[in-house]
């Protein structure tokens, strides 16, 4: 037992605690893809300040980059080839991009996949300051024919394979996409490639506006964006403006998707 406390006191005593806290924060970014200087300081056991010069010196050696909303997520450093972490899952690698559309439009946004003939929400950020509001819909699986992200995801597929999809899908009890109209869905893919924008207008829910991008293939899985509000607060001069910032978000986590793998 001596020996063995000793041998602890010693390999205490060799610990840099600040190079100690620095790879935890670097691992917390890592698994949940972004951090807030007060998140890093409840983690850490120590005060803000600390945190923050921690964080600001990972941000000054590239290991880590502050996003708009001030949370802190691997940089470029950490993501480079020849870092041996094993690439975070698109959840994480997409968040600071879902938080940066959360920024440009003040409304409840999403990311889904589609799973089959179904999108599959893994994460989302509510708004939070209208009385009126979309609330998150994250874990939910809906039919993807009837949802803004949805259609957006569909419309990449080919016509045939969109035919293949609903024709295995399995018909539970209450789907809504027991008896699909394959016509209307092809028009309304064909319109979604037409414009880039995929649109839900109280289709998938009554009372709800939706509108989506496709991300392409991630790790492949077909993902996406979407934007969520009532309604009663959505008027058609909006869809110009935030069908602008969906593509330009998307449009910035591919590229930052194809440099991380150049």
């Known amino acids: 037992m001596i020996r063995n406390e000793n041998v602890n006191r010693l390999e205490d005593s060799s610990r840099v605690e ?11 970014m890592a698994e949940n893809g972004s951090l807030s200087v007060t998140e890093a300081a409840k983690e ?12 600001a010196t990972l941000v000054g050696d590239g290991f880590a980059r502050q996003g708009e909303q001030k949370r802190y997520s691997p940089g470029p ?40 003939t179904e999108i599959h929400h893994l994460d989302g950020i509510e708004a939070t300051t209208h009385a009126l ?32 999809r609903y ?9 809504r996409d027991r008896k699909v109209d394959m016509a209307r869905i092809h028009a309304d893919l064909e319109k979604t490639r037409r414009s880039g924008v995929g649109a839900n207008y109280e289709e998938s829910e009554d009372g709800v506006a939706a509108l989506a991008v496709s991300l392409g293939v991630i790790d492949g899985e077909h993902a996406a ?36 793998q150049a």
């Open 225 to 260: 964006f979407s934007i969520a509000l009532p309604i009663a607060r959505f008027s058609r001069d909006d869809a110009k403006r935030l069908a602008d910032c969906l593509l330009q978000t998307a449009k910035e986590f591919k590229d930052h998707e194809i440099a991380a």
């Open 77 to 116: 450093e950490f993501l480079r080839p020849g870092m041996m972490q094993p690439v975070p899952p698109l959840r994480l690698r997409a968040r600071p991009y879902l938080e940066r559309l959360f920024e440009r439009v003040g409304e409840t946004v999403h990311l889904a996949t589609l799973v089959g």
């Open 133 to 164: 509001r979309f609330g998150l819909r994250t874990g939910v699986t809906l039919p993807a024919h009837v949802t803004s992200a949805g259609k957006a995801m569909l419309a990449d597929l080919a016509p045939d394979e969109v035919n293949a």
């Open 44 to 55: 850490l056991g120590v005060n803000p300040s600390t945190a923050q010069r921690l964080l």
């Open 18 to 28: 600040a190079v100690h806290r620095a790879l935890v924060l670097l691992k917390l």
């Open 167 to 175: 024709k295995v899908a399995p018909a539970g009890a209450g789907r």
